[in-house]
């Protein structure tokens, strides 16, 4: 399977976590999965022989369909599943109000033969690496809306940076570090805006 068929995939279920009613805003240029090699090996199994919630915290800042985001998270979800053959997939949501008013989400999806090998310490972008070795594409997404549930607006990321560490005094700890530009219609056709999100998690073994 190709990883941007894994990535249409993806995109498909951060974009649900807006709710069916949204509205999504055109993307240019388009969106390319994030993917530290963009092949999966052809026969894995979605089989999922583990799975769960994720416990995550996180801050949103910047600004996202108009709306001024500079504040920690108090909406936060996270779920993942392992796969029999290996590899899985995971997402994680974290939403915070706005200022002075508004709500924002931002969402990271992973799925791939090494998903949890992307959360290991390290710094990837939009940029497509030739690599016949397993990977992992992540997507980014996020809502926007006038109150923390009512997502109107669905925005995927234009392009997006993501940075992986982990807390020294917490081993097996995950600092995600999501920088993203999203469309920004309002001020105009090829208008973007940034968001840099924070999440904090365990690693999922």
Request: hydrophobic fraction near 40%; charge should be negative.
């Amino acid at each position: 399977m190709k990883a941007r068929t894994i990535a249409g995939a993806l995109l498909g279920l951060s974009l649900a976590a807006c709710g069916s009613d949204s509205a999504s805003e055109p993307v240019s240029p388009p969106i390319y999965p994030l993917v530290p090699g963009p092949n999966l090996p052809p026969g894995f199994s979605s089989y999922a022989v583990r799975s769960g919630s994720v416990p995550v915290s996180g801050r949103l800042d910047g600004q996202l369909h108009g709306i001024e985001l500079a504040a920690d998270t108090t909406d936060n979800a996270g779920s993942f599943e392992v796969w029999e053959a290996g590899g899985g997939m995971a997402q994680l949501n974290i939403a915070a109000n706005g200022t002075p008013s508004g709500a924002g989400m931002l969402i990271v999806s992973f799925m791939g033969t090494a998903f949890e090998d992307v959360l290991e310490s390290g710094t990837w972008s939009g940029d497509v690496l030739e690599s016949d070795e397993p990977s992992a594409s992540t997507i980014v997404s996020s809502c926007a809306g006038p109150a923390m549930g009512e997502w109107p607006y669905e925005l995927p990321a234009a392009s997006a940076v993501i940075t992986a560490t982990e807390e020294p005094e917490r081993p097996g700890s995950v600092v995600l570090v999501v920088k993203g530009q999203f469309p920004a219609a309002h001020l105009g056709a090829d208008a973007t805006s940034e968001l840099v999100g924070t999440f904090r998690f365990d690693r999922f073994d």
